[in-house]
């Protein structure tokens, strides 16, 4: 334990393009822009089969499958495929982050109270004008939940990213376990890359819970929360996205 | 530099990867078992007494948040295991496994409605037995539900304990990246994929064959 | 209930069946017992394909001499498993006489093969031997495409050094830390690189040389790669690279008579010539498995 602390405080390792804040930049760069590129294809993605019932068996199925599919395969293949770089590895992210964002968005559009919908209806309000008015600002708190499931996926995921040579804070789990377990270099960077995923997942988790309380309008919070309790005859909620890393 | 397609390879290799696949399944699996087992009782605790929950739930998220990498590379800091020991990747595999299931149990525990305890306890249920042939069962859904995602999971997880030599399909798969045979990678990935699925339907199917109330109240609601 | 319980038992059941004979394959991933019996020599490897057919190889050729054998190959870096050669749960490892010698001794200066093998007997430690070394040998080079050479006109690596910094340089990670590495590279030719990219040895380092990810890569020189793909390696006319002739590393307590005997025959048969046909053998197309390259081989020298 001790050489893994003094690893991670020893200054060495926090300055320069290979230190740690360097790759927990890189890290959160791949993150971001992963989950970006998930939420332009599944929140729409989302909205349209939620709001018209049609094609739901891509939700499920996608969640089902995805969560099977095993990261390290796919990533390793896709690079053999093409090439080593950014690309294939931003691509293989965006497929595991698909699913929780599209759930959420899904399960956010169809939680909406009926009632409210049909009032939208009854006023004379088009189809795609309730979808974009009515339904998704009511879905808010699921899917800025399937956001936060993606995200922290993603994070979790992106430590793979290193094994095809790319950076991130799986790096030194990488190259910790290249340079053996004796070495200072060796396992005590392995533990002390570790600490630092961990840390970053939990301090991003803890901030986009924060997010997600801001963000949803008042009149939302307590129906988000409502909505949770598990009766027992109900299919799982959206929180059981499961683990892929 | 072209990818190798090697098919043959498959039919020359089919007890190297049935061996890979046994070994997987036992990384993979008893994990799951033993979480299974643990987030029983614990979930029990937890339905019963919110102080235990307070503590366990908010536990559980954080266990669950923290990637598997990071936690399979400190294993060995913690228990004093060698690197390359298939404990570091059941234990997290445990970890996670219980961190799901205990939400499992202890939301199922609550959501029993008030009136079947009520009417357990005037038939005369003592506290044990009510909860074996009445609550549990009424749980099962949503903990069968629960084991489902975490064996999923669990059968792709311990893919990443191949980063660092710790076996099972996971190394079919770099050695398979380091030969530039793809053929290799496309069956460990596929055998993965169809085994986890198959048992998530075994799963499923389990849960539906022993909890045959649900079925009849399916029936009458449609 | 009794649904219930039946339904519950038999799930435990199955999985429980199904684990137990995942794992009661008796060369599986579980540590052998204890520093291994004193008859069993388990065999090790590190994590590059040529390692891994040599470990197979010796342990071929000591199963030939009715020798029992538990294999533990794909084990890493030399860094990683010498932590098992010293706590016995390796006992036999192919090895390097050059990076072997500086992995010891980082100040060590001999580069020739003679020189080397003699200083690395003296800085191993006391229960490790190596046998005879084998005329094969295989070292680390920086390797570039051919468009590479031709466009900078490339023979030595100090060709390169007027064009080091415009070069992102492959290889494995432990190579930044090893002293004829990176930091080799640095002091004896004065070459600093643009950036390094940590690569998996094999294919996948010659996929990124390939697609021009990086400008050069540490490939080995025995690389079927290299032939396969018409790449160039540099010359390395002051000597960064020492001598690497293959030579079996040994815990000494399991080196009996038959085993020098059948390992040292092997180390005879392995000229550099060899090691390069046997790696091109390897990379053929239908990916043949290390065993059988292995038995191949033995069959036709004798073994």
């Given at each position: 334990?001790?050489?893994?602390?003094?690893?991670?405080?020893?200054?060495?390792?926090?300055s320069?393009?290979?230190?740690?804040?360097a790759?927990?930049?890189?890290?959160?760069?791949?993150?971001?822009?992963t989950?970006?590129?998930?939420?332009?294809?599944?929140?729409?993605?989302?909205?349209?089969?939620?709001?018209?019932?049609r094609?739901?068996?891509?939700?499920a199925?996608?969640s089902?499958?995805?969560?099977?599919?095993?990261?390290?395969?796919?990533?390793?293949?896709?690079?053999?495929?093409?090439?080593?770089?950014?690309?294939?590895?931003?691509?293989?992210?965006?497929?595991l982050?698909?699913?929780?964002?599209?759930?959420?968005?899904?399960?956010?559009i169809r939680n909406?109270?009926?009632?409210?919908?049909?009032?939208?209806?009854g006023?004379?309000?088009r189809?795609?004008?309730?979808?974009t008015?009515?339904?998704?600002?009511?879905a808010?708190?699921?899917?800025?939940?399937?956001?936060?499931?993606?995200?922290?996926?993603?994070i979790?995921?992106?430590t793979?990213?290193?094994?095809?040579?790319?950076?991130?804070?799986?790096?030194?789990?990488?190259?910790?376990?290249n340079?053996?377990?004796?070495s200072?270099?060796?396992?005590?960077?392995?533990?002390?890359?570790?600490i630092v995923?961990?840390?970053?997942?939990?301090?991003?988790?803890?901030?986009?819970?924060?997010?997600?309380?801001?963000?949803?309008?008042?009149?939302?919070?307590?129906?988000?929360?409502?909505?949770?309790?598990?009766?027992?005859?109900r299919?799982?909620?959206?929180?059981?996205?499961?683990?892929?890393? | 530099?072209?990818?190798?397609w090697?098919?043959?390879?498959?039919?020359?290799?089919?007890?190297k990867?049935?061996?890979?696949?046994?070994?997987?399944?036992?990384?993979?699996?008893?994990?799951?078992?033993?979480?299974?087992?643990?987030s029983?009782?614990?979930?029990?605790?937890a339905?019963?007494?919110?102080?235990v929950?307070?503590?366990?739930v908010?536990?559980?998220?954080?266990?669950?948040?923290?990637?598997?990498?990071a936690?399979?590379?400190?294993?060995?800091?913690?228990?004093?295991?060698?690197?390359?020991?298939?404990?570091?990747?059941?234990?997290?595999?445990?970890?996670?496994?219980?961190?799901?299931?205990?939400?499992?149990?202890?939301?199922?525990?609550?959501?029993?409605?008030?009136?079947?305890?009520?009417?357990a306890?005037?038939?005369?249920?003592?506290p044990?037995?009510?909860?074996?042939?009445?609550?549990?069962?009424l749980?099962?859904?949503?903990?069968v539900?629960?084991?489902?995602v975490?064996?999923?999971?669990?059968?792709s997880?311990t893919?990443?304990?191949?980063?660092?030599g710790?076996g099972?399909?996971g190394?079919?798969?770099?050695?398979?990246?380091?030969?530039?045979?793809?053929?290799?990678?496309?069956?460990?990935?596929?055998?993965?994929?169809v085994?986890?699925?198959?048992?998530?339907?075994?799963?499923?199917?389990?849960?539906?064959?022993?909890?045959p109330?649900?079925?009849?109240r399916?029936g009458?609601?449609? | 209930?009794?649904?219930?319980?039946?339904?519950?038992a038999?799930?435990?059941?199955?999985?429980?069946?199904?684990?137990?004979?995942?794992?009661?394959d008796?060369l599986?991933?579980?540590?052998?017992?204890?520093?291994?019996?004193?008859?069993?020599?388990?065999?090790?490897?590190?994590n590059?394909?040529?390692?891994?057919?040599?470990?197979?190889?010796?342990?071929?050729?000591?199963?030939?001499k009715?020798?029992?054998?538990?294999?533990?190959?794909?084990?890493?870096?030399?860094?990683?498993?010498?932590?098992?050669?010293?706590?016995?749960?390796?006992?036999l490892?192919?090895?390097?006489s050059?990076?072997?010698?500086?992995?010891?001794?980082?100040?060590?200066?001999?580069?020739?093969?003679?020189?080397?093998?003699?200083?690395?007997?003296?800085?191993?430690?006391?229960?490790?031997?190596?046998?005879d070394?084998?005329?094969?040998?295989?070292k680390?080079?920086?390797?570039?495409?051919?468009?590479?050479?031709?466009?900078?006109?490339?023979?030595?690596i100090?060709?390169?050094?007027?064009?080091?910094?415009?070069?992102?340089?492959?290889?494995?990670?432990?190579?930044?830390?090893?002293?004829?590495?990176?930091?080799?590279?640095?002091?004896?030719?004065?070459?600093?690189?643009?950036?390094?990219?940590?690569?998996?040895p094999g294919a996948?380092?010659?996929?990124a040389?390939?697609?021009n990810?990086?400008q050069?890569?540490?490939i080995f020189?025995?690389?079927?790669?290299?032939?396969?793909?018409?790449?160039?390696?540099?010359?390395?006319?002051?000597?960064?690279?020492?001598?690497?002739?293959?030579?079996?590393?040994?815990?000494?307590?399991?080196?009996?008579?038959?085993?020098?005997?059948?390992?040292?025959?092997v180390?005879?048969?392995?000229?550099?010539k060899?090691?390069?046909?046997?790696?091109?053998?390897?990379?053929?197309?239908?990916?043949?498995?290390?065993?059988?390259?292995?038995?191949?081989?033995?069959?036709e020298?004798?073994?």
């Amino acid at each position: 334990m001790n050489s893994a602390l003094s690893w991670l405080f020893d200054g060495d390792h926090w300055s320069g393009p290979t230190g740690i804040p360097a790759r927990i930049l890189e890290h959160l760069g791949y993150t971001a822009l992963t989950v970006l590129i998930a939420a332009v294809i599944a929140v729409p993605l989302g909205a349209i089969i939620g709001h018209t019932g049609r094609g739901t068996f891509l939700v499920a199925g996608l969640s089902n499958g995805l969560r099977a599919l095993p990261e390290l395969g796919l990533l390793t293949l896709l690079v053999l495929l093409t090439y080593v770089g950014l690309l294939p590895v931003v691509i293989s992210l965006v497929v595991l982050a698909l699913p929780p964002i599209l759930a959420g968005t899904y399960a956010g559009i169809r939680n909406v109270d009926p009632s409210v919908v049909d009032a939208a209806r009854g006023m004379g309000m088009r189809e795609s004008s309730i979808l974009t008015q009515v339904e998704l600002p009511n879905a808010l708190p699921l899917i800025l939940g399937g956001l936060r499931a993606a995200t922290l996926q993603v994070i979790a995921t992106a430590t793979i990213a290193a094994y095809v040579s790319l950076g991130g804070l799986g790096r030194f789990v990488i190259d910790g376990n290249n340079a053996g377990a004796g070495s200072p270099n060796g396992y005590p960077q392995m533990a002390a890359g570790a600490i630092v995923i961990a840390v970053l997942a939990l301090v991003v988790e803890g901030v986009l819970e924060i997010v997600q309380r801001v963000a949803v309008s008042p009149g939302l919070r307590n129906v988000a929360t409502r909505k949770r309790t598990a009766r027992i005859w109900r299919k799982p909620t959206p929180d059981l996205v499961g683990k892929s890393t | 530099m072209n990818v190798d397609w090697p098919w043959p390879w498959l039919g020359r290799n089919l007890d190297k990867i049935a061996e890979a696949t046994g070994e997987h399944l036992f990384l993979a699996l008893l994990p799951v078992l033993v979480g299974l087992v643990v987030s029983l009782p614990l979930g029990w605790a937890a339905s019963r007494w919110p102080a235990v929950r307070l503590v366990l739930v908010p536990l559980a998220g954080v266990l669950y948040t923290i990637p598997s990498l990071a936690l399979i590379t400190l294993v060995p800091l913690i228990m004093g295991t060698k690197i390359i020991d298939p404990l570091n990747v059941q234990v997290p595999l445990a970890i996670y496994t219980i961190a799901l299931l205990v939400r499992s149990v202890t939301d199922a525990l609550l959501a029993v409605p008030g009136d079947v305890l009520a009417a357990a306890n005037a038939v005369g249920f003592r506290p044990t037995k009510r909860f074996v042939a009445v609550e549990l069962p009424l749980a099962i859904p949503v903990i069968v539900a629960g084991l489902r995602v975490a064996t999923v999971s669990a059968m792709s997880l311990t893919s990443v304990g191949a980063l660092i030599g710790i076996g099972g399909l996971g190394s079919l798969i770099t050695e398979g990246f380091k030969r530039n045979n793809a053929v290799e990678m496309v069956v460990a990935i596929a055998l993965i994929l169809v085994i986890a699925l198959v048992i998530d339907a075994l799963l499923l199917f389990v849960g539906r064959m022993i909890t045959p109330w649900t079925r009849a109240r399916q029936g009458a609601s449609k | 209930m009794k649904r219930v319980i039946a339904g519950v038992a038999t799930a435990l059941a199955a999985t429980l069946a199904v684990s137990a004979c995942g794992n009661s394959d008796p060369l599986a991933e579980d540590k052998p017992s204890g520093p291994g019996s004193s008859e069993t020599v388990t065999v090790g490897s590190a994590n590059f394909p040529e390692s891994q057919l040599l470990g197979e190889i010796y342990a071929q050729a000591l199963e030939a001499k009715g020798v029992t054998v538990a294999r533990q190959l794909d084990l890493g870096s030399r860094e990683k498993y010498m932590d098992g050669l010293k706590d016995g749960s390796i006992d036999l490892i192919p090895e390097y006489s050059g990076v072997l010698l500086q992995f010891f001794n980082k100040q060590a200066k001999e580069v020739e093969s003679e020189e080397v093998y003699t200083a690395l007997q003296g800085v191993l430690p006391a229960n490790l031997t190596v046998l005879d070394k084998a005329e094969a040998e295989d070292k680390d080079a920086i390797v570039v495409t051919k468009e590479t050479a031709d466009k900078w006109k490339l023979k030595s690596i100090e060709d390169l050094v007027p064009h080091c910094g415009e070069v992102v340089f492959g290889g494995p990670p432990e190579i930044q830390e090893r002293p004829d590495g990176t930091p080799g590279i640095k002091e004896t030719y004065g070459c600093t690189f643009k950036s390094f990219s940590a690569l998996e040895p094999g294919a996948i380092t010659t996929k990124a040389l390939l697609d021009n990810t990086v400008q050069a890569a540490d490939i080995f020189t025995t690389d079927a790669a290299i032939e396969a793909n018409d790449l160039v390696v540099l010359e390395d006319p002051k000597n960064n690279f020492a001598a690497q002739n293959v030579v079996p590393l040994i815990n000494k307590d399991k080196a009996s008579d038959t085993v020098k005997e059948a390992l040292n025959a092997v180390s005879a048969k392995l000229d550099t010539k060899t090691l390069l046909d046997l790696n091109a053998r390897l990379n053929a197309p239908d990916k043949p498995e290390y065993s059988d390259v292995a038995k191949e081989w033995l069959a036709e020298i004798g073994l």
